[in-house]
């Protein structure tokens, strides 16, 4: 039996996904951008599949752009926004996921903004006073933070962010990665900026991705070279991917409420039989608060060892593909830096596991069963 509980970092495409799109490898070969009937098919491939997805967002078709995924439309908000927008200050925090991260991080260096950080406690909630006292402080700021963390699933109140954003006339970019395809997302409210989606986190295709940027944004693109997506983004288009998207974002918001119930119950069933066979055993951030975390992400706390560093390798030779890592130690990069933003013991270790609608009750009783013989061994 191989075990796949890594869907956080990606998901098995649907098969209705794949059927949706291989026409647009095999048969509807032309390029979007040309003007003859091969050309026209694929344009309208893809004004459909950006038509759909604004419908399930609730937004207009206009402020849906098609990214080759998650980072870089993380990269387009954020490097755009500053470039386009004057803006000098940005507000995130050190938990964000390093597309977010890494991009402020290079803009700080090269003198474009300052950074500030958001205090997180040590669940790695995030302190909205101080957030609020920053904004006071740096009104016009951009704010990144996302609205669920991939590590350890905390959830954020994005709404209550966003309100905040618009008091402080600040640019509000949220990493909804996680999130997309799992939950409702109702755009027509106003208050986000730039949200984005990556089809491979809801079973859809790799390299196939969106933007949202609110109607009142204008911004430069982040790739030249042509005048594909209305002259924000240079480039053919993906059509198979971004037929994909539409097709896996259409399936997870049908299927929501019936997969939800599934992996909720998987989720709870882990979290009780970890309790039960592995003594010592903690749950990092907000991951076993079912109210304050994603249902589908479960970050586990294990005991001291000195052989927690060969955790994932342990799993992986049963056949048990996870992620995870503990805090970083003092004076290196390896390790997992949300761990480390929330002041966890670094001696611990600690494993990611992320379920799907596929995953299976079986599969949980026997990771966990491993996982029990590894540590109490």
Not at 128 to 149: D, G, Y
């Amino acid at each position: 039996m191989r075990i796949y509980l890594d869907n956080a970092a990606t998901t098995a495409i649907d098969k209705e996904v794949w059927e949706a799109m291989s026409p647009y490898f095999l048969e509807f070969v032309g390029n979007p951008s040309s003007i003859h009937s091969h050309g026209r098919e694929a344009r309208s491939a893809i004004e459909k599949s950006r038509k759909k997805i604004a419908e399930l967002l609730n937004t207009s078709p206009s402020e849906i752009f098609f990214t080759s995924g998650g980072t870089e439309a993380d990269n387009m908000a954020i490097c755009s926004s500053v470039e386009t927008m004057g803006i000098k200050h940005a507000i995130s925090s050190k938990a964000e996921h390093h597309a977010v991260l890494h991009t402020l991080e290079a803009l700080e260096k090269k003198g474009a903004i300052e950074l500030s950080f958001v205090h997180l406690d040590e669940k790695g909630n995030l302190d909205m006073n101080h957030l609020e006292q920053l904004l006071s402080k740096n009104p016009k700021s951009l704010v990144s933070l996302m609205h669920a963390n991939n590590e350890i699933g905390n959830i954020y109140n994005i709404d209550a962010i966003g309100n905040l954003c618009r008091e402080h006339s600040a640019v509000f970019h949220s990493d909804t990665v996680q999130t997309m395809g799992h939950y409702t997302h109702d755009l027509s409210t106003d208050i986000h900026d730039f949200v984005v989606g990556a089809a491979h986190k809801f079973h859809g295709p790799k390299g196939a991705g969106f933007l949202y940027i609110n109607h009142r944004n204008k911004i430069n693109p982040l790739i030249h070279g042509g005048s594909q997506e209305r002259n924000m983004r240079g480039g053919t288009e993906n059509v198979a991917g971004i037929v994909g998207l539409a097709k896996a974002l259409e399936i997870a918001y049908r299927d929501m409420n019936a997969d939800r119930k599934h992996i909720e119950k998987l989720k709870l069933r882990m979290i009780a039989s970890l309790n039960e066979k592995i003594h010592g055993v903690s749950f990092n951030g907000e991951s076993e608060n079912m109210d304050k975390s994603l249902y589908t992400v479960l970050n586990v706390g294990l005991p001291e060892s000195d052989d927690n560093d060969m955790l994932l390798f342990s799993l992986d030779i049963k056949k048990i593909s996870v992620s995870g890592g503990s805090a970083c130690t003092s004076g290196t990069n390896i390790g997992s830096h949300v761990l480390t933003a929330i002041g966890a013991n670094p001696k611990k270790g600690a494993i990611r596991f992320s379920f799907s609608k596929f995953t299976t009750t079986e599969e949980i009783d026997y990771a966990v069963d491993s996982l029990s013989e590894i540590v109490n061994k």
